[in-house]
């Protein structure tokens, strides 16, 4: 198996920083969208998207997949079904890259998740550059998860394939507080109308959808949760119209995965010691960063910006 060998890093945490800082700026500026919930889920959604394409060396002696290549920009990838709705996350970031047109797309959209989890009040998350940007043969599709499923498979493509452990795997999916599922692509600042479909689940998670908490597991445990009857696809709902995701209910039905959930569901600063090195392994995967430095970044209101 080959890792993806980061390019040297060439630029400081400062350069850095100043790109975390317009990324931050861009969802403190639209921050109308989807509702009032702002452009933070959907940039920590992108980050996840890119990078969990990842296919580890399981059972077959090479990887695919992963944040390196950038490859969710290319339409190949972006057309995926799972992908739907991220065209608008891209949008987002294009004045971004704009302005710092030495960063690659792989390291841009990472940052964007690591940015949109501190500026919503997660934890520091670790990052590190050195991503290059590669062409269609590098895009992957139909890797990302089906959120039908239960909790064997979310093992076999989390555990198995991606080389999480179970607890990771739980931690990550906690990023479900933020944001909401979408019949229809939210419509983007200016437009009149959406550009295009959701994943066909609808509904928020929580109630403050753009704060970084432990309130999904909380919910997920303490409240009653029945299917929703509707057209659409099979989901859950309690009495707030809040949701949850057949994957999301798979966490609190299988007995492992539920000790992990009462855990986090109890203890919000162990989920943020937990979900912090499993959201940069998740950025990280399929790729040797050398001798390139991580880097934490101060959030705006840190630096009294
Ligand atoms: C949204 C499925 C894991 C972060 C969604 C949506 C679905 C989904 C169906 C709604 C998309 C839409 O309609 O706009 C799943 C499944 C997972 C999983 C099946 C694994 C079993 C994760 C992980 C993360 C994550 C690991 C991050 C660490 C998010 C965020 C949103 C989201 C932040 C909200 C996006 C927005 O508001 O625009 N997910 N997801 N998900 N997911 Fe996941």
Redesign the pocket.
């Known amino acids: 198996a080959t890792l993806n060998a980061a390019l040297s890093d060439s630029h400081s945490e400062k350069d850095y920083q100043q790109v975390y800082n317009a990324i931050a700026n861009q969802i403190r500026e639209y921050d109308e969208y989807?509702g009032a919930?702002g452009f933070g889920?959907?940039l920590?959604?992108l980050?996840?998207h890119l990078s969990?394409t990842f296919v580890g060396p399981v059972g077959c002696p090479h990887i695919s997949g992963g944040s390196f290549g950038g490859t969710i920009r290319l339409p190949k990838e972006a057309s995926d079904p799972a992908n739907?709705?991220l065209e608008?996350?891209r949008w987002v970031l294009e004045p971004v890259k704009k302005q710092f047109s030495w960063i690659s797309y792989g390291d841009l959209y990472t940052l964007a998740g690591v940015t949109a989890v501190q500026e919503m009040g997660g934890p520091k998350i670790g990052w590190r550059a050195g991503r290059k940007d590669l062409g269609v043969e590098y895009a992957s599709t139909g890797k990302?998860?089906?959120?039908s499923?239960d909790a064997d498979y979310?093992r076999s493509?989390?555990v198995k394939r991606m080389g999480f452990t179970e607890r990771e795997t739980v931690a990550?999916?906690?990023?479900?507080a933020?944001?909401?599922?979408?019949?229809q692509?939210?419509v983007l600042p200016g437009a009149t109308k959406s550009q295009g479909v959701?994943?066909?689940?609808?509904g928020r998670w929580t109630a403050a959808?753009n704060f970084f908490t432990n309130e999904f597991y909380r919910l997920l445990l303490e409240d009653k949760w029945t299917p929703k009857k509707w057209d659409g696809p099979f989901q859950y709902e309690n009495k707030d119209e809040l949701m949850m995701?057949p994957?999301d209910m798979a966490l609190v039905q299988d007995a492992s995965m539920k000790k992990l959930v009462v855990e986090y569901a109890k203890d919000q600063e162990k989920f943020f010691k937990d979900f912090a090195p499993a959201?940069k392994k998740?950025l990280e995967l399929g790729i040797d960063f050398k001798g390139n430095k991580t880097y934490e970044f101060k959030t705006l209101d840190e630096q009294d910006l």
């Open positions: 989807d919930i889920p959907a920590v959604r980050a996840w969990g739907n709705a608008n996350a990302l998860p089906d959120a499923r979310i493509l989390f990550l999916i906690g990023a479900h933020l944001g909401s599922c979408h019949v692509a939210p959701g994943s066909g689940y609808t959808p995701l994957t959201f998740l």
